[in-house]
């Protein structure tokens, strides 16, 4: 189905209505589908545009493990100066400059019902008002046998950390349908997102789930029904259908970060010190990071997933020209440009991280056909189809035996 740029930019934040006249989607063609295109020249560093998700949620070992997060926007409720002491096991760590924390918890606000948290009373509000009348647990919050607990530890014994998605995207996107008084115009929302094929869905699904991933479909499943069934979405509760919804969620995901830290650090950045004292709080900053990497490894963030409409029809590059950011510490994705963009350009994002993008072509390929199912053929790939079919950590091997090799020659000239 053809996507509504009004129901599009039903999502997006801008209240002069700027991102209304700076892109526009199109079919591309049959393999590509849709793109997100400029409809005037825009400039490198320039917000293309901000969107909102369609839905979010938190994921499920990332909140089990005490990273406390706002229900609903997912902004990170713990101050920079506890984040870090967390993080670090260290109670007494303190930071310089605290006035550089944004987090105000006298905003804070909780379910009265089941006492999730939220950020703010419009938070609360907004969650209430989409899916929470639904999904509130009430009192059985710490039931291990109401049908959603029963589906969220189900889940968490099924996808262990590093965590892609979440059970209560799905949840959230059949609890917002089940709330609606419009449920078609939200059923045709979801429609929008890119779809896959069965035999696509299932590859989707096994990189997601592994091995085992159509028992543990059967497994969550009649779990997902029990909690949350909607006759106007029996489909998405059939195993064809259910499958369907994972491999939506896998293709068009997009991971959200959030961190009070991060925003501490960024304001710290920020301010204007003599010499001697910027040099000094950027040491404290290094040696703070190097610490909570030693004790906390690579999980720094409140994490989650969310559904952007815009956003999802991005293509990929690997030469991006914009790429997304959340610098508001909120699930508000912020599009940016990473160079001047021509109008009438296509507006490509890079699916891969900052580390695999240096790689060979062929690794690039090679991780995107197993996460995205598709070859990249964008400039960069394209230039370097030449190269040799071998994965960068073959060309490294393939280097330290050359080194080994001169190395013994060498021994043996001597």
């Given amino acids: 189905m053809a996507a509504s740029m009004g129901d599009m930019f039903s999502f997006c934040v801008d209240p002069a209505g700027r991102a209304r006249a700076v892109v526009e989607v199109r079919f591309i063609n049959n393999v590509k589908g849709k793109g997100l295109f400029a409809t005037r020249n825009i400039h490198k560093g320039e917000t293309i545009f901000m969107e909102k998700p369609v839905v979010s949620s938190q994921f499920l070992w990332n909140a089990w493990y005490n990273y406390k997060a706002c229900d609903h926007c997912l902004r990170a409720l713990e101050t920079a100066e506890e984040n870090a002491q967390r993080l670090l096991g260290k109670s007494y760590q303190v930071l310089p400059h605290p006035d550089q924390c944004g987090i105000r918890k006298d905003l804070h606000q909780q379910c009265p019902q089941c006492q999730v948290t939220y950020c703010s009373a419009a938070c609360r509000q907004s969650a209430l008002e989409q899916y929470h009348q639904v999904l509130c647990l009430g009192p059985s919050r710490e039931d291990p046998m109401h049908p959603l607990n029963k589906l969220q530890e189900a889940w968490r014994n099924i996808h262990y ?8 995207l799905m949840a959230r996107m059949v609890a917002t349908v089940k709330q609606a008084k419009d ?10 997102f890119c779809s896959k094929t069965a035999n696509e869905e299932e590859e989707i699904i096994h990189k997601l789930l592994g091995d085992k991933f159509k028992g543990q479909l059967e497994l969550l499943r009649p779990l997902f029904a029990e909690a949350l069934y909607e006759e106007r979405l029996g489909r998405w509760f059939t195993p064809k259908g259910f499958q369907s919804l994972f491999a939506l969620v896998g293709t068009n995901g997009q991971g959200i970060g959030t961190s009070s830290l991060s925003q501490w650090v960024h304001g710290c950045d920020a301010l204007e010190l003599p010499l001697q004292e910027r040099k000094q709080l950027d040491a404290f900053i290094d040696q703070l990071y190097k610490d909570i990497e030693k004790e906390t490894g690579d999980f720094l963030n409140c994490e989650g997933s969310g559904l952007y409409v815009l956003q999802s029809c991005c293509n990929h590059s690997c030469i991006p020209n914009a790429e997304t950011s959340f610098p508001d510490n909120n699930f508000l994705l912020h599009l940016t440009a990473l160079e001047d ?6 507006i490509c994002i890079s699916y891969l991280e900052c580390c695999q993008r240096d790689r060979s072509r062929h690794s690039r390929h090679k991780i995107l056909r197993e996460n995205y199912l598709f ?7 394209l230039a370097q189809a ?3 079919d071998v994965t960068s950590e073959e060309d490294e091997e393939l280097e330290g035996e050359t080194d080994d090799a001169e190395l013994e020659d060498e021994m043996t000239d001597v």
């Avoid at 963009?341 to 296509?346: D, F, R, V």
């Avoid at 070859?375 to 790939?381: E, G, M, N, V």
């Fill in 161 to 168: 950390p590093p965590e892609t998605s979440s059970i209560m």
């Fill in 183 to 192: 449920k078609d115009w939200w059923i045709k929302l979801f429609s929008q």
């Fill in 341 to 346: 963009i021509k109008a009438g350009e296509e």
């Fill in 375 to 381: 070859t990249c053929s964008c400039p960069r790939c």
């Fill in 386 to 388: 030449e190269d040799p």
